[in-house]
Nanobody
Framework: QVQLVESGGGLVQAGGSLRLSCAAS????????MAWFRQAPGKEREFVAH????????FYADSVKGRFAISRDNVQNTVYLQMNTLKPEDSAVYYC????????????????WGQGTQVTVSS
């Protein structure tokens, strides 16, 4: 089992940047595929990005491709989401998630979730 704690959210103007972090407990972080999702008020939770155990082949939602970058540090047990050129529509609670099996872009595929961190982008 793994516990996840997100940080780094906040208020930023459109066009700005933020870097989210997700710290994982336990010594088996490198055995988990990791992902970021987000949920805006009144909307379903949606996929943002995922990264494999080794950090290869990051994959992104079309809405963030070219602006966001997911990475991980298997020594620091942390996954990151660098968010650039932020838009008001990026405002949401951002969650990191973990799965020992490949889960792709599906919410139900990830059994482990953090508590979320709020990102608000002002226009």
């Amino acid at each position: 089992q793994v516990q996840l704690v997100e940080s780094g959210g906040g208020l930023v103007q459109a066009g700005g940047s933020l870097r989210l972090s997700c710290a994982a407990s336990g010594r088996t972080f490198s055995s988990y595929n990791m992902a970021w999702f987000r949920q805006a008020p009144g909307k379903e939770r949606e996929f943002v990005a995922h990264i494999t155990r080794s950090g290869d082949n990051p994959f992104y939602a079309d809405s963030v491709k070219g602006r966001f970058a997911i990475s991980r540090d298997n020594v620091q047990n942390t996954v990151y989401l660098q968010m650039n050129t932020l838009k008001p529509e990026d405002s949401a609670v951002y969650y990191c998630a973990a799965a020992s099996l490949y889960a792709g872009t599906t919410v139900v595929g990830y059994p482990y979730w953090g508590q979320g961190t709020q990102v608000t982008v002002s226009s």
